[in-house]
Antibody, heavy 120, light 111 residues
């Protein structure tokens, strides 16, 4: 059974940094592309970033490009999101998600989400 | 930029059938697969439909997806509505220029 567990969220001041982690189990992590998706309070889902199975390619939403970095450690079955220069608009629940198939752009599994609050 | 537009809300009675639309703009919706996700209040999203009309194991066949290329839209149909189907529903696809795209979500009320 696929499990994705996020951690690393919390309260951070504007301009600050935070690193999210997602530990995966129940599948061969290194075979699948992975993504981060967020949801601001009371709002819809917003794609943040995706990374290919072998880290060859990474893509970002315009809203986070240049501030966020997605990475992964296939040996540790882990996905990361380094967030810098945070603003209150980054306040959201952040989900990690696994692709349906190794190269799919859709998602089959989601983590439970982790809350990031940017506030002074 | 490619965008997906959903109705803000729909409502229907238990036992009935409801259809939620998702219309593409700025691109051809048939160019990439569409997924549908269900999000119950206070919970993470779960996948209902992938690749336009495929159901993951465990998703009841009351849920079905279809595509209408002539209107550049896809639809999620839920038959035999149950009160537990009350949730937010999101369509999602991909565009080579925009990246991963989500619709704004549709709140389904079952009353």
């Amino acid at each position: 059974q696929v499990h994705l567990v996020e951690s690393g969220g919390g309260l951070v001041k504007p301009g600050g940094s935070l690193r999210l982690s997602c530990v995966a189990s129940g599948f061969i992590f290194g075979d699948y592309s992975m993504s981060w998706i967020r949801q601001a309070p009371g709002k819809g889902l917003e794609w943040v970033a995706s990374i290919s199975s072998s880290s060859v390619s990474a893509n970002y939403a315009d809203s986070v490009k240049g501030r966020f970095t997605i990475s992964r450690d296939n040996a540790q079955n882990s996905l990361f999101l380094q967030m810098r220069s945070l603003t209150d608009e980054d306040t959201a629940v952040y989900y990690c998600a696994r692709a349906v198939y190794p190269l799919s752009s859709g998602y089959s599994n989601w983590g439970q989400g982790i809350l990031v609050t940017v506030s002074s | 930029n490619f965008m997906l537009t959903q109705p803000h809300s729909v409502s229907e009675s238990p036992g009935k059938t409801v259809t939620i639309s998702c219309t593409g703009s700025g691109g051809n919706i048939a160019s990439n697969y569409v997924q549908w996700y269900q999000q119950r209040p206070g919970s993470a999203p779960t996948t209902l439909i992938y690749e336009d009309n495929q159901r993951p194991s465990g998703v009841p066949d009351r849920f079905s997806g279809s595509i209408d290329s002539s209107s550049n839209s896809v639809s999620l149909t839920i038959s035999g509505l149950k009160t537990e189907d009350e949730a937010d529903y999101y369509c999602q696809s991909f565009d080579i220029t925009t990246g991963v795209v989500f619709g704004g979500g549709t709140k389904l009320t079952v009353l």
